[in-house]
């Protein structure tokens, strides 16, 4: 059977991820289920984030209807009773999607509209992201005078992603594609970015993954700017020069900061504050977006 931190459920496991647990359905589509796992710094933890799986559920599923005009996604309109046990339907409503089954692409597609994170880092050395040249003198957490495409590789389980060109994405996957890819995922953070400030939320920078269907056309697939895959920031509280709050994980990682830890397995036990803090945060934000 199946908790929120761990699902075990009738269909056969395909993958179990970070925060998600894929299982198969046939050969046209799959079930995913989003856990209350915690992953930080690529370790996943032993402590769940109350109610985050179905959190993360809401705000993708919300965003896939909102883009769906730009670029079709991997739902589809299956029930999940269609193709679970009634129990395990009780247990994994609101958290849990069928979708179809994709071929996914090698990279993660990251958008940033403002420096910060390894983007800053980045920026400190080079005065480059992902080889692209940006003006001297920015401060930290500025806005970009035009958003950026600045993709990554996708790392396996416990490894980082690393930062790469987009000519080097033109290798992995084709020009055309990459062309198509970096156009989907500008498109999408723009349009985002537009309904997120009406709501008081700035969208600082977002990954997005995507696969390719039967007939081969472009999918946006996985998440779609959750707390787990884009940095929020409130805008009222907005400084450029300091860097927000956001409103995710941040305040976890921020712990683990001060400990002497390797990042590496096994995972340091985190207080149950922290733990709340982070939790109250992912709650807020879905409120905020979904609404």
């Not at 995922?185 to 997005?208: C, N, V």
């Not at 472009?218 to 409103?247: A, C």
Request: charged share 25%.
């Amino acid at each position: 059977m199946s908790s929120h931190f761990q699902s075990a459920l009738s269909l056969p496991l395909i993958h179990q991820g970070k925060v998600r647990d894929i299982y198969d359905i046939d050969h046209q589509y799959m079930l995913i289920v989003a856990s209350d796992r915690l992953s930080a710094f690529d370790v996943i933890f032993e402590q769940p984030i109350a109610g985050k799986g179905k959190i993360l559920t809401e705000i993708a599923n919300f965003w896939f209807d909102k883009t769906k005009h730009i670029v079709q996604n991997h739902l589809t309109q299956i029930r999940l009773d269609e193709v679970l046990k009634a129990e395990e339907v009780k247990m994994l409503s609101g958290r849990a999607v069928v979708v179809k089954k994709l071929k996914p692409l090698p990279i993660e597609a990251v958008v940033r509209g403002y420096i910060i994170g390894s983007g800053w880092k980045e920026y400190q050395g080079s005065q480059s992201v992902c080889g692209i040249a940006l003006p001297a003198n920015l401060r930290l957490a500025e806005r970009l005078e035009k958003s950026i495409f600045t993709p990554s590789s996708k790392a396996a389980v416990g490894e980082h992603d690393a930062n790469i060109s987009f000519e080097e994405v033109e290798t992995l996957i084709g020009a055309n594609l990459a062309k198509q890819v970096k156009d989907a995922s500008l498109k999408i953070y723009s349009f985002a970015s537009k309904l997120a400030l009406e709501k008081g939320i700035i969208i600082a920078d977002t990954k997005f993954e995507f696969g390719l269907d039967s007939s081969s056309q472009l999918t946006l697939m996985d998440e779609v700017l959750t707390p787990d895959s884009s940095r929020f920031w409130s805008l009222s509280d907005y400084i450029p020069g300091t860097s927000p709050k956001s409103f995710d994980k941040q305040i976890i990682r921020d712990y683990l900061e001060t400990l002497d830890w390797n990042k590496a397995p096994p995972a340091p036990i985190i207080p149950q504050k922290i733990m709340s803090q982070a939790a109250r945060k992912y709650k807020d934000i879905q409120s905020i977006l979904c609404s």
